[in-house]
């Protein structure tokens, strides 16, 4: 298990090694060090750790001492805890409220640290570019810092600008995250079903993509042209001649940020059609687009005259595809109809998600072939949740406690979630929230309710099911043309000896077994049986002492117990295997 830390503890990531080890050991996870190999591997470099543990952490929670720790450890490592957040499926309440406690700030930097970068993606001076330029930032984060400035031309934009050199350090922290990820997976059965190396995955795109500022403007072009119809829904417009991967310039949103009801009151501006404008916005996003803002939170919504909602800040989105989208739709009607073998097998389709043909067995606990699917606890789940909820009035339903519900459901039957489920899950408690903060009355359901009814119709429509017949057909024809040339090339395959067949039989530990405990009750059987046979025939043998045949020898009587004792063994093996089974 070491050998895998001294493979990337290199020159340019031992450091940054030793840096994570001493963290992890002063929030008292000394033990975790161990186990993954960072001690050996620092103590063969020549460096030395201090295994102390520091009295204030000790009386914390593990939750709050994993949080300080992420805090410590520096932006890749806060970042990871804000996507840790969105899993609601993998981790349990006072764990999300831990995570969510992170906070993407950090110590601004001097703007002279940050002008050379700025002026060489410019390609010049800043008093070139800008006609004034505020030294002193709007925000700063642990990626970059916004300021604001004003353009030749008099618009009024805000500057976001990457910290130099962070670049370097994001990388190697994600080197060693993936590493650390194969090694959780390998060895800690128990955090299997978290999935560590996908999460490690998926993390590191969406914090290579959070990194490049150019990206962030395409995400919010793209949702602009999605309202370009809606005049209440503005998107800042990006100026890209001054924005590539390091900075972006952006038009200023002159608004009243979404935590400021008091402000709203003073501008007289309507709370509960604010409300209803930002959560239709983002659930058109989510079941019409299929592209939408994942961190709809007070501090990304702006609210302007005419009640117009802006949104800012789209480094984090979240995609759906029309097959989740449709999936979604049909879990939310299962639920809504009692239908609950509906909605147990599209858990289980989510549960089965990039383990390839396996799905999860919760009677069993471990992952069984498709040929033998274990639902009925699953199903039985489902149910009572349904009754739950069943005869909740819709303006009494809240969709944040029926995700959780769902959420706690999943944790207790190890379903993790795919991660743009996990991104829609999360930001619709938060988009939930948004809209009670500004309405207390604020009724969800019925606003998602006519996207549900809409998107179950344009699935069900004549022309939706004939375009989809359509391109049935057109598949099957494709293959069927195709398949003399595949019958060709597999000929040829053949004839060069390029056909290779693997047989890949799940479970080898669990059949081998059941063929070794059959194999040794045959054996028990057979010798039990010659036992019987053998003190029958010796006890008919006449003993030559004068006591006649009726007095059995010895040796008869102890063959007789011993093939009882064998009788009774293979007896009790049997009943004892079909209670397990």
């Known amino acids: 298990m070491t050998m895998l830390w001294e493979a990337f503890s290199a020159a340019r990531d031992l450091g940054r090694v030793h840096e994570i080890a001493s963290v992890l050991i002063r929030y008292g996870f000394g033990d975790a060090v161990r186990r993954i190999g960072m001690a050996g591997a620092m103590e063969r470099a020549g460096h030395t750790l201090h295994w102390h543990h520091a009295e204030d952490t000790a009386r914390l929670e593990p939750p709050a001492r994993v949080r300080r720790a992420l805090e410590d450890l520096g932006t890749t490592f806060i970042k990871l805890g804000q996507i840790l957040s969105t899993r609601v499926d993998l981790f349990g309440p006072e764990w999300i409220a831990e995570f969510e406690k992170l906070q993407d700030q950090a110590p601004p930097l001097p703007f002279e640290m940050l002008r050379p970068q700025l002026e060489t993606k410019l390609g010049a001076a800043v008093e070139t570019v800008f006609d004034c330029f505020d030294p002193v930032p709007l925000a700063a984060g642990s990626i970059a810092q916004v300021h604001r400035a004003r353009?030749?031309?008099?618009?009024?934009v805000v500057v976001k600008l990457r910290r130099p050199g962070i670049v370097p350090v994001v990388e190697a922290d994600l080197r060693l995250l993936a590493h650390l990820a194969e090694i959780i997976e390998r060895e800690s059965p128990e955090w299997r079903r978290v999935r560590p190396r996908s999460l490690v995955e998926h993390f590191s795109s969406s914090l290579r993509r959070e990194m490049d500022l150019e990206t962030e403007a395409h995400h919010a072009e793209r949702v602009a042209k999605s309202f370009q119809d809606d005049p209440d829904i503005v998107v800042p417009r990006f100026y890209w001649e001054w924005t590539n991967e390091c900075v972006n310039t952006q038009a200023f949103v002159s608004g009243i940020q979404g935590r400021d009801l008091a402000a709203v009151d003073a501008a007289g501006l309507d709370r509960k059609l604010l409300a209803r404008r930002g959560v239709n916005a983002v659930l058109r996003m989510v079941l019409e687009h299929g592209f939408f803002h994942a961190d709809p939170h007070p501090g990304n919504v702006f609210y302007l005259p005419d009640n117009r909602v802006a949104l800012i800040d789209f480094g984090m989105v979240g995609r759906l595809t029309n097959r989740r989208s449709n999936e979604v739709v049909d879990l939310l009607y299962g639920l809504a109809r009692r239908d609950s073998a509906q909605a147990a097998e599209i858990l289980l389709n989510w549960a089965s998600a990039g383990y390839g043909r396996s799905n999860y067995s919760n009677t069993v606990g471990k992952w069984v072939d498709d040929r033998q699917p274990e639902e009925e606890p699953l199903v039985l789940a489902v149910e009572g949740l349904i009754d739950q909820f069943h005869g909740v009035p819709l303006e009494r339903l809240r969709i944040g406690r029926l995700l959780a519900a769902l959420t706690a459901l999943m944790r207790h039957h190890h379903i993790a979630l795919p991660p743009d489920l996990a991104l829609l899950f999360k930001a619709s408690i938060s988009l939930e929230g948004l809209g009670?903060?500004?309405?207390?009355?604020?009724?969800?359901?019925?606003?998602?309710?006519?996207?549900?009814?809409?998107?179950?119709?344009?699935?069900?429509?004549?022309?939706?099911?004939?375009?989809?017949?359509?391109?049935?057909?057109?598949?099957?024809?494709?293959?069927?043309?195709?398949?003399?040339?595949?019958?060709?090339?597999?000929?040829?395959?053949?004839?060069?000896?390029?056909?290779?067949?693997?047989?890949?039989?799940?479970?080898?530990?669990?059949?081998?077994?059941?063929?070794?405990?059959?194999?040794?009750?045959?054996?028990?059987?057979?010798?039990?049986?010659?036992?019987?046979?053998?003190?029958?025939?010796?006890?008919?043998?006449?003993?030559?002492?004068?006591?006649?045949?009726?007095?059995?020898?010895?040796?008869?009587?102890?063959?007789?117990?011993?093939?009882?004792?064998?009788?009774?063994?293979?007896?009790?093996?049997?009943?004892?295997?079909?209670?397990?089974?």
């Open 151 to 156: 353009l030749k031309d008099g618009s009024e």
């Open 436 to 581: 009670r903060l500004l309405d207390p009355g604020f009724d969800m359901v019925a606003e998602a309710t006519p996207f549900l009814v809409r998107n179950v119709q344009q699935r069900h429509a004549p022309d939706a099911l004939v375009k989809r017949g359509i391109a049935g057909f057109n598949s099957i024809l494709g293959m069927m043309t195709g398949l003399p040339a595949d019958l060709r090339r597999l000929l040829r395959m053949a004839r060069k000896g390029a056909i290779t067949l693997n047989v890949d039989i799940a479970h080898m530990d669990f059949v081998v077994g059941r063929l070794d405990r059959s194999i040794s009750r045959l054996t028990i059987g057979i010798v039990t049986s010659a036992l019987i046979i053998g003190s029958s025939i010796v006890m008919t043998v006449t003993d030559e002492s004068g006591f006649g045949w009726f007095r059995p020898s010895l040796l008869g009587v102890l063959g007789f117990i011993g093939s009882v004792a064998g009788g009774v063994w293979l007896l009790a093996s049997i009943w004892s295997s079909g209670r397990n089974r």
